[in-house]
């Protein structure tokens, strides 16, 4: 292993010109591939907070005892589906519609809104069957009289997720293809550069897995260094939308370093693909 180490440590200096090209062209490749996470990335954190306002609000019959109103909320909190539970007085929804709609605020009349219970639902519960099955439990207790938790609203929401994690899942896999290929195309030049090296080895009596080692530790570290390159021109990016356009989500230590070793191993599955299929032609 420290052999095929030296060895590719060696081509980097033997043509420094298209080890550069390669890791050049590598990390243009992960850039477009690490932007593309960036927009996921965002979208889904949109997506999360639009979600978390999703909220099912029952309103209470007129004439319901306060007692009893408390008595569900306690009852309606211990649902494995609910975060939050407030319920909401008839003062208390004045006060809001007049605070929130103050050009609004003469119609207000006292009475004129119902009390209401407004449940939050907890993450992994909000998507449309769990929102309906809550919708009904609450629709058991007698004294609500209408719920209303926007169904039309939230099948599109879900709906919309699930169309994003689709098409980022086909295009993420895309665009680590198209790296592969990317990655396979420069170690192919690499190998046929040294075709005549490479039968010289092999009529020394080299094995085939001897000859590719060094090869695949060059893809490895072309597609880690590759890596590298394009996370700091995503920061680049990242920053420069935050200061001129919008403020934005970047990657998590964890996200950093999975995508490190995501550009090591397409460097290593690239070299492997090139490597596989033109070795036998030149040894």
């Known amino acids: ?65 306060a007692e009893a109103a408390s008595a569900a909320v306690g009852d309606i909190q211990r649902f494995p589906e609910v975060d939050r539970v407030t ?6 929804a004045l006060e809001r519609a007049r605070r929130e709609l103050g050009e609004f605020e003469d ?40 719920i209303r938790y926007g169904e039309e609203w939230v099948e599109k929401l879900y709906r919309l997720r699930t169309i994003a994690t689709v098409v980022g899942l086909a295009l993420g896999s895309t665009f680590a293809l198209v790296s592969i290929i990317i990655i396979g195309s420069t170690i192919r030049m690499a190998v046929l ?14 094995t085939r897995g001897f000859i590719r080692a060094p090869f695949l530790l060059e893809g490895l570290l072309k597609g880690f260094f590759g890596g590298v390159i394009a996370l700091g021109l995503s920061f680049v990016t990242y920053a420069s939308l935050g200061r001129f356009v919008l403020h934005a989500e970047f990657f998590g230590i964890g996200h950093i370093l999975l995508g490190l070793l995501a550009g090591a191993l397409i460097g290593l599955l690239g070299s492997a693909y090139a490597v596989g299929r033109h070795l036998r032609h030149v040894a």
């Open 1 to 65: 292993m420290r052999l095929a180490l030296r060895e590719a440590l060696r081509a980097f200096r033997r043509a420094p010109m298209l080890s550069a090209l390669s890791i050049t062209t590598i990390a243009f490749s992960l850039f477009a591939f690490d932007l593309f996470g960036l927009v996921a990335l965002n979208l889904r954190s949109a997506l999360r907070q639009v979600e978390s306002r999703v909220e099912i609000r029952a309103f209470v019959a007129e004439g319901t005892r």
């Open 87 to 92: 319920l909401v007085t008839e003062a208390e």
């Open 107 to 146: 119609v207000f009349d006292a009475g004129i809104l119902p009390a209401s219970i407004e449940v939050r639902l907890s993450d992994g519960y909000r998507d449309p069957a769990q929102v309906r099955v809550v919708a009904e439990r609450l629709a058991r207790y007698d004294f609500i009289d209408d």
């Open 193 to 206: 550069a040294r075709a005549r090296e490479i039968q010289v080895m092999r009529l020394v009596g080299a």
